[in-house]
């Protein structure tokens, strides 16, 4: 007897602008996450594995990575969102709005708030704008992307045009800070790092040494504990056929990746505070070799704080190849094909002068 | 000097009738596990990984997955039962008789209530009902299977042959509810799933599109985890001198990745009430692409219970292969070679009218 | 712009004699940790998943597994110990001083204790004391290592040679034994172990039956979760112009790997107090089975404890070969190319008369 019950998800023709969707699965975050997280990445920012130095700068308990809550975040918003999207297209406005701990559950829904239809009339783009609370409803994570959706029906009528204006980046009295935050015990011994806000410089150039091979169980655990269901991810049967022949990495993979090599570096960058804007420049799979630069974007003093301040960082993804051996991340327009992210974001860290 | 400390285990000739078997290392859940248990499968479910969810129906905390449970309990039998077998048979009256939370203790015994030598004389079946109770002593999971185990002595005279009368499946009238499930507050946006027990009907059909590669590292991961110890899901080395020139997967990651699979379709199924029978109907390997079907079996009510159903389901694991491309699970009573998995089992579903 | 942010790390000319280097990332022990390490290794020991067992034998709460600390522990020191290290040497007088379990936090620091310059002046060997304190600042390991560490700068002075005395073994009157530790309930069910201390004779060896498959994401997850940075384990791109070609698994995994294996034969013993000497005597890498064999080195009685005992192993682990099939372990003086651990060590176990 044919079923009901399976649904082949949202296509293009089926986003309203301005509706809400309420995602599934409410996530209580627990230890066995930020223990899986460390063993994903590699992580040794002490802040999230260490109760005494959280304690230290004044939190109660030690936050998770922020993109940890990132990842779990975004993965609820997968099989309403993106299940049928032909790519991920960029994020903005990324907005870490209050730290996430062990105990806490997060919720997650999205508004549509643009929408486009190609030109060939095959797809368009959805803008949404997702926002995570906490269990007292506390808005923790707020952030835009925007997908191409495959159309079902390529006769449904096209809707109006309308794309949302975007910030280029998060302005720094928009920053979430907690009060709480505090650096006058600040430990360098524990993250092993010397330089402070003051010592970074607009222009400079940090090419990282670390790189990470990503394992194929590796991607495949991280995203299931995301309970991100994108079937290219998990699919080796179904991706045979695809343009690629095999699985895909999720595209946080690399980031987090990225972040955890960066460390050395930017070992007193306590936690970050935006995503400004992100691209997937180029898909990873499994056997890649991660390495990643930064590039200091901007050092930015923060209103009543005198004791920390931001830096806006580029971290660029390379696979398979040193970043010191890559001058240019693009030529003409278009990324070298070992760039895999292109990522614009905000750091908090102490300030040597006043902590 | 030759040592006696260690032992090649339990053959056919070690059981006798009746006999109760202790198995080793009782286990303590815990946070970690339930972590584990999402990155392994994907599982999507939140009565298993949101507080605010369990105990809008009733839990004092979230239940781990029944599977979980079942395998953790499970993996504690195999070094007296099954380190000799040569196949799993089947499973049969699996009962879920109280949840299990993180910080509850589980300790498995088991009791041989069947012999049956083979008549090629080298090997007979064993049927045990094993038992785990938790640290109260309260029996939360209670099974029958049995197994083809190998004889040791050729000579060792044969048992009398004893077959136990096992239920074709476990009645509705049997099934283990807690009292303090309560479905009144029932979220559908937190399962994702619009679907009710009456919405479902018998014969119906649910092919699942998701599908699952089984990497090497997962597999061994979820065993290890289960602190099962048969060595064909471990030892390479070992297994390239067998049959299949190669490890097997364990048939419980097939049985937990098909119930992960049929989480679309089946959102509102809050647990699994009992497993009515089981059979691994072809081996899984590395690098395999499980998918599944779901056929409903039965529907039944619930003595006292005017808020919730049953369901009696067969869901059957296929690999590399997709459902809707199999019509006929067996053919001249054998099974189609996709065909991994078979199992008959039983859930707990809200009614849409009383809830 | 040139950044000075990063660096290449300490070469045999940066360390001094008797400095003390304090180590990056405090590490608070999860629940997380303790489910990850039995997914990693499949360790059966109940003390270490079994809170009403280790309760009943004196624990408040259930102790960590003694190697898992110590991967934890000695993660930290590699950034500033063996980041340039051309190998391992040896370890030595390593003692477990206190139990640790989820919630305590570990620190650790490294003196300098010994510097020898080899020949060629392009080395040199750095033996480093390393301790682990937790949240009390009690000290809960202490060990030395010995690393070979290129030299930068070819032309830089070598530095007076101090080789330090080492013990052959740490005796049983300095070992650390919880007072609260009791085996008046110690219950061999739990354990599925029939021997005790008086049951072991010197000389004797256990050819421990089952083998391990080293899985590629096996040996990342378990090193990047101890935070252990050494690049060799997890930049494939990077080792293939090694003398390898490929990724090497970090020595640690091998040794939880032998433990874990040697757990049939050796149900009894609670936990390790010492590790007396090692050497990872060949590299191994993914796809490699390992097995390994026990050899009784010694049986002590332990002073003010006469319901416990001490026995002193020999744990050989072997790569892709039954340790049946292994006689000799040396040939001429140096290590059967199969054999990729000798390992010097120390149990505490029940002791059947007393307890």
Known sequence: MQSNKTSSGRFFEHFTLNEVIN?????????????????????????????????????????????????????????DISVNAVANLGY???????????????STS?????????????????????TSVNQHNQPVLSWVRWVMVHKNDANAPAPETTIPELPAFVAADQLSIPAYLTTGNFDQQATGGQFYWEDYQTGERINHAAGLTI?????????????????????????????????????????????????????NAISIAAINAGTHANPSFAGDT????????????????????????????????????????????SYHPNVVLDLDYTVLMPRKGNK
Chains 1, 2, 3 share one sequence.
């Open 23 to 79: 995602h599934a699965t409410p996530r209580t975050i627990t230890a066995g996450d930020v223990a899986l997280y460390i063993a994903l990445t590699g992580s040794r920012n002490p802040l999230h594995c260490s109760e005494p130095f959280a304690q230290s700068v004044g939190y109660q308990s030690a936050p998770i990575d922020d993109l940890l809550t990132f990842h779990i975040a975004f993965g609820k918003t997968v099989p």
């Open 110 to 130: 999205s508004q549509v708030i643009g929408l486009k239809q190609n030109s060939n009339g095959k797809n368009g783009v959805v803008y949404v704008r997702s």
């Open 92 to 106: 903005a406005d990324v907005r870490f709005l209050q730290p996430v701990s062990v105990g806490d559950t997060l």
């Open 215 to 267: 394992n194929q169980s590796d991607h495949s655990l991280a995203t299931r504990l995301y309970q991100n269901n994108a079937r290219l991810h998990f699919d080796a049967h179904l991706m045979q056929s695809s343009t690629f022949g095999k699985r895909l990495v999720y595209g946080g993979i690399v980031i987090s990746a990225c972040r955890a090599l960066s460390y050395e570096g930017l070992e």
């Open 290 to 333: 991660i390495y990643t630069f930064t590039e200091v974007l901007d050092r930015w003093e923060l209103p009543n704080r005198n004791d920390l301040g931001a830096l806006r960082l580029r971290m660029v993804g390379i696979k398979n190849m040193n970043p010191a051996d890559l001058a240019e991340t693009k030529q003409f327009n």
